[in-house]
C-alpha cells in the first residue's frame, strides 16, 4: 500500500487525488487534508458568487471525494495540529495544494490606512472564508478604485456594482448581500498601470461589465492605441480590447453606478485624514520591452474604498524551501525533493485557470509514481488519526461536510443555492461534532 497525502482541498488538491487515484487504483490511499471543515477552497471562497456555473466544477471533486481510497481531512492546519515532517514520517508522498490565499502587498505609502483592502480580503468577505467575514469595507463613501487589470479586478468592480436583485441565484453570503444594498459608491474606478494592450482581462468576464443593470463602463478613447495595431494581439486579448473600444464609443454612460477604466496610472500612495481618501496615481509611459515607466505627472483619485487586485502569494510552511519573491514554494516542476510536491498555485504562482490545475496534478501524480516503491511500511492515515486524536483535533470528514452542506442548502434564500457559514466554530457545529 502506498499512502499519499494532499494538503489543500481546492482544484489543484482535488485534482492531484484523482490523477493518483487513476494511476494507484486500490494501492494507494490518498487523504485531502484541508484546514477549513469545508472543501473545495477556491471554488467555495474564490469563485465570484455570480460565477455559479464555474463553482460546478466541485461536483467532479466530489465523486473523487466520495471514491473508497480518498478521505477529506477538514479542520486539520498544517503547522498548528501537525507539521511537514511528521506528515513525510506518516506518508510516502506529501503534496503542497495550498494555493496562493494571501495578497500580495500594495507597497506604497497610505497602503496601511483604513478603507484599503487587498483582493483575497476583498473577496473573502463576501465569499464568507472565515478568516475575512468581519473584514467590514467601507461602503459609505461615492468613490472606489480597484487597482489592477486582472479578472480579479473584474470580479471586485461587478459585485460592487450589482442590485440586490442582479444576486439572484448567487451564493453571496448574507452579511455581504445586505451592505452591499445599501452601499453608497456611485464612481469605480479601474486602475491599470499599463494600457489596454496590456490587459490580463479575458472577454467573457469584461463583457459582462457591460451588461448590468445599474452600471455602465467607460473608457478614454484617448488611451486606446491604434485600432490597426489591435490585428497582432492573440485572439482572446483581441476581444477583449474590441469590447474596451465599446466602452469608449458611450461618452457618459447613463447610470446611476459608472465603472470607468483608468489606463497608463501607476499608484504611488494613498491618502486621507486617518482613512482613505484619495489614490495618487503617476501617469506612465511605455518603454519598448512593454514595462510602465512613470512620467512624473501625478494626479488623484478620489475612493474611499480602494481594493487592490495585484495578485496572490502562498504563505510559507515551515521547513518547505519557498521563493519570496515568486510568492511560492521552490521546486523542479513540482518536486521539492522525493515524497514532496508542491501543485498548483503553490507551485506556478497565481495565474491560469481552474482548468490548468488538471494536468498540473497530472504532473505531480507521474513524479509521485517514478519517486515512490510499492510499499514503504508507513502507518499513513492510521497514523494520522492517532496523532489528531493524540492533540485534540477535530477532524471533519466528507460526511461531516455533507451534513454542513445539507444545512446551508435548507437555510438558503429563495432563488440561492446556499448560505454558507462564514465562522469555522458555526461549521464544525454543523457538521455535527459540537453542541
Ligand atoms: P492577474 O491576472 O495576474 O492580474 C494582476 C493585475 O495586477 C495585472 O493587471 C498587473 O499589471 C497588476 N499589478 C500587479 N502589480 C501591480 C502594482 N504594483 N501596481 C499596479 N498594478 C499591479 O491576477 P488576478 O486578477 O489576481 O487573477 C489571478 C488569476 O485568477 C488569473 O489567472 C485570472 O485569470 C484568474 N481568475 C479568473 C477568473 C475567471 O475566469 N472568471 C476570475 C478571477 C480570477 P501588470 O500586467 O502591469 O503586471
Known amino acids: 500500500m502506498r499512502h499519499i497525502a494532499i494538503i489543500g482541498s481546492g482544484p489543484a488538491g482535488y485534482y ?21 471543515p469545508v472543501p473545495f477552497g477556491l471554488i467555495r471562497t474564490g469563485v ?12 467532479r471533486y466530489e465523486a473523487v471525494a466520495l471514491t473508497d481510497t480518498v478521505r477529506f481531512v477538514g479542520n486539520v492546519r498544517v503547522d498548528r495540529d501537525i507539521d511537514i515532517a511528521e506528515l513525510q514520517t506518516l506518508y510516502d508522498a506529501v503534496v503542497i495544494a495550498t494555493g496562493a490565499p494571501q495578497d500580495r502587498p500594495l507597497a506604497i505609502d497610505g ?18 472564508h472565515p478568516d475575512h467575514a468581519r473584514l467590514n469595507p467601507p461602503l ?41 444594498a445599501t452601499s453608497h459608491i456611485r464612481h469605480i474606478t479601474i486602475v491599470g498601470r499599463r494600457g489596454p494592450h496590456q490587459i490580463a482581462m479575458t472577454p467573457k468576464e469584461l463583457a459582462e461589465l457591460g451588461k448590468l443593470k445599474r452600471a455602465g463602463a467607460w473608457v478614454d478613447p ?32 447613463d447610470k446611476a453606478v459608472t465603472i470607468s477604466f483608468d489606463f497608463f496610472a501607476m499608484p ?17 509611459r511605455l518603454d519598448d520591452k512593454g ?30 524551501p519557498y521563493d519570496g519573491k515568486g510568492g511560492r ?32 496534478g497530472v504532473m505531480i501524480a507521474d513524479k509521485i509514481a517514478q519517486d515512490i516503491g510499492n510499499a514503504s511500511g508507513k502507518q499513513g492515515r492510521v497514523g494520522l488519526d492517532a496523532l489528531l486524536a493524540e492533540r485534540g483535533v477535530e477532524v471533519v470528514t466528507f460526511r461531516d461536510w455533507q451534513n454542513i452542506d445539507a444545512e446551508e442548502i435548507a437555510r438558503a434564500p429563495e432563488g440561492a443555492p446556499r448560505e454558507k457559514f462564514t465562522d469555522i466554530a458555526e461549521m464544525v457545529k454543523a457538521a455535527g461534532k459540537a453542541s
Open 16 to 36: 492531484t487525488a484523482e490523477a493518483c487515484r487513476n494511476i494507484f487504483g486500490e494501492t494507494a490511499r490518498i487523504d485531502v487534508i484541508d484546514r477549513l
Open 48 to 59: 465570484a458568487p455570480d460565477h455559479q456555473s464555474i463553482k460546478a466544477v466541485s461536483r
Open 111 to 128: 497602503a496601511d490606512l483604513p478603507g484599503v483592502v487587498g483582493s483575497a480580503q476583498f473577496v473573502g468577505w463576501y465569499n464568507g
Open 140 to 180: 459609505n463613501g461615492t468613490h472606489a478604485a480597484v487597482i489592477g487589470n486582472g479578472n480579479v479586478a473584474l470580479d471586485v468592480a461587478r459585485i460592487l456594482a450589482k442590485t440586490p436583485e442582479e444576486f439572484a441565484g448567487s451564493d453571496i453570503v448574507a452579511h455581504a448581500r445586505e451592505a452591499l
Open 222 to 253: 484617448a488611451d486606446l492605441p491604434e485600432v490597426s495595431l489591435d490585428a497582432a494581439l492573440e485572439p482572446g486579448l483581441r476581444k477583449s480590447v474590441a469590447l474596451l473600444r465599446e466602452f469608449a464609443t458611450d461618452a457618459a454612460p
Open 268 to 284: 504611488i500612495a494613498i491618502e486621507g485624514d486617518g482613512w482613505a481618501e484619495r489614490l495618487i496615481v503617476e501617469r506612465t
Open 291 to 320: 514595462a510602465a515607466i512613470r512620467t512624473g505627472d501625478p494626479y488623484a483619485i478620489p475612493a474611499s474604498l480602494i481594493v487592490s487586485c495585484i495578485g496572490y502569494q502562498t504563505p510559507p510552511i515551515k521547513n518547505v
Open 329 to 360: 514554494f521552490v521546486s523542479d516542476e513540482g518536486r521539492v525533493a522525493p515524497g514532496l510536491y508542491c501543485v498548483g498555485w503553490a507551485r506556478r504562482g497565481p495565474t491560469g485557470t481552474i482548468g490548468t490545475n488538471k494536468p498540473d
